[in-house]
């Protein structure tokens, strides 16, 4: 039997834009990703390249042209009325911005509570409500008392902690972390994130943990997933993926991320050129008009999904993977 609690395969969503004619733009083209039980996924990639469309997606906010979406054995988008209000409850999200997604007019305790109003069922007696609120915000690390507060009273780190303990609010089975620290000063998305990873010890939950900054992705994923205008382009365990590798594009994110130790700083790969259009995206690999290792099949067909003969969970879609000593020696 799966472990994987998310099933995502060859899932594709593309927008009508304005005044471009008949061409949409492809947001996500063939997505696929697994997500199993109590792990952390790092999504990671270029502004643009359709994280948030695949958040936005899986938390049911878009629905997608084609492509299937299986959670613990359900196809979501197949739910209606009250199956799909209890289905909503398993997935949530923890914000970027701990500033703009609390109502400022709304006190901590009925922040917390909110979800509540849709789900009619959880908590419909006063003091279970409170008393549940109380627990959450213990379990954050906030203290009870922070209930009666509102969040112009608390730091940016506290309300990132009010918006968590809101996802947790419906008891959730995944929650998706978009940038959740991203806001925050380097002592406080450290607090954050060992709080992410005590509510997911203690809670089992699974973690979709979007985010630009590589160092923090390494600190949290189990698995990281690289995306690419659109397609997840390599996808396997975290150490093997920032170790060793095999897409030139994941070579050159790992070749910019910061390293305070000069004895691992390796020769910066810098690439050619700017991110093409999703309007008009290469044929062949997305990745090859800015690829030094490109040939002409690059642009003729859609590269494969090559493992890497170490990790067979380690896969890069490349005609030309880096699987050699070079891809090693990028080691962050």
């Given at each position: 039997?799966?472990?994987?609690?998310?099933?995502?395969?060859?899932?594709?969503?593309?927008?009508?834009?304005?005044?471009?004619?008949?061409?949409?733009?492809c947001a996500l083209d063939g997505v696929n990703l697994d997500?199993?039980?109590?792990?952390?996924?790092?999504?990671?990639?270029?502004?643009?390249?359709?994280?948030?469309?695949?958040?936005?997606?899986?938390?049911?906010?878009?629905?997608?042209?084609?492509?299937?979406?299986?959670?613990?054995?359900?196809?979501?988008?197949?739910?209606?009325?009250?199956?799909?209000?209890?289905?909503?409850?398993?997935?949530?999200?923890?914000?970027?911005?701990?500033?703009?997604?609390?109502?400022?007019?709304?006190?901590?305790?009925?922040?917390?509570?909110?979800?509540?109003?849709?789900?009619?069922?959880?908590?419909?007696?006063?003091?279970?409500?409170?008393?549940?609120?109380?627990?959450?915000?213990?379990?954050?690390?906030?203290?009870?008392?922070?209930?009666?507060?509102?969040?112009?009273?608390?730091?940016?780190?506290?309300?990132?902690?009010?918006?968590?303990?809101?996802?947790?609010?419906?008891?959730?089975?995944?929650?998706?972390?978009?940038?959740?620290?991203?806001?925050?000063?380097?002592?406080?998305?450290?607090?954050?994130?060992?709080?992410?990873?005590?509510?997911?010890?203690?809670?089992?939950?699974?973690?979709?943990?979007?985010?630009?900054?590589?160092?923090?992705?390494?600190?949290?994923?189990?698995?990281?997933?690289?995306?690419?205008?659109?397609?997840?382009?390599?996808?396997?365990?975290?150490?093997?993926?920032?170790?060793?590798?095999?897409?030139?594009?994941?070579?050159?994110?790992?070749?910019?991320?910061?390293?305070?130790?000069?004895?691992?700083?390796?020769?910066?790969?810098?690439?050619?050129?700017?991110?093409?259009?999703?309007?008009?995206?290469?044929?062949?690999?997305?990745?090859?008009?800015?690829?030094w290792r490109a040939t002409d099949v690059c642009a003729s067909?859609?590269?494969?999904?090559?493992?890497?003969?170490?990790?067979?969970?380690?896969?890069?879609?490349?005609?030309?993977?880096?699987?050699?000593?070079?891809?090693?020696?990028?080691?962050?």
């Amino acid at each position: 039997m799966s472990d994987n609690l998310l099933e995502v395969r060859d899932l594709r969503k593309s927008f009508r834009v304005p005044n471009v004619g008949k061409k949409r733009l492809c947001a996500l083209d063939g997505v696929n990703l697994d997500l199993e039980r109590g792990e952390t996924l790092g999504l990671v990639g270029e502004s643009g390249c359709g994280k948030s469309t695949l958040a936005r997606t899986l938390m049911m906010l878009e629905r997608p042209d084609a492509g299937t979406v299986r959670f613990d054995g359900i196809d979501p988008f197949s739910l209606r009325g009250k199956d799909l209000l209890k289905f909503r409850r398993r997935v949530q999200m923890v914000f970027q911005d701990p500033y703009a997604s609390l109502n400022s007019r709304m006190s901590a305790g009925d922040i917390i509570a909110e979800p509540w109003r849709s789900h009619k069922g959880m908590y419909a007696n006063r003091n279970d409500r409170d008393m549940r609120v109380r627990g959450l915000l213990d379990l954050v690390g906030l203290g009870a008392k922070a209930a009666d507060k509102y969040p112009q009273e608390f730091s940016g780190g506290q309300r990132q902690r009010i918006g968590i303990a809101r996802a947790l609010a419906l008891d959730p089975d995944v929650i998706v972390c978009d940038e959740p620290v991203s806001a925050l000063d380097l002592s406080v998305q450290a607090q954050v994130l060992n709080l992410l990873n005590d509510l997911q010890q203690q809670l089992q939950i699974s973690y979709i943990f979007i985010s630009h900054d590589l160092s923090v992705v390494r600190h949290v994923a189990d698995r990281v997933a690289v995306m690419y205008l659109g397609r997840i382009i390599e996808n396997g365990p975290t150490d093997a993926v920032f170790e060793r590798p095999n897409h030139p594009y994941t070579a050159a994110l790992m070749s910019a991320a910061p390293k305070l130790d000069s004895a691992h700083r390796k020769e910066r790969i810098l690439l050619k050129g700017e991110v093409p259009s999703p309007l008009d995206p290469p044929s062949g690999c997305r990745f090859r008009t800015r690829c030094w290792r490109a040939t002409d099949v690059c642009a003729s067909e859609t590269p494969p999904a090559a493992r890497d003969p170490h990790v067979d969970a380690h896969t890069a879609l490349c005609h030309h993977p880096l699987l050699t000593e070079h891809a090693a020696s990028l080691s962050v």
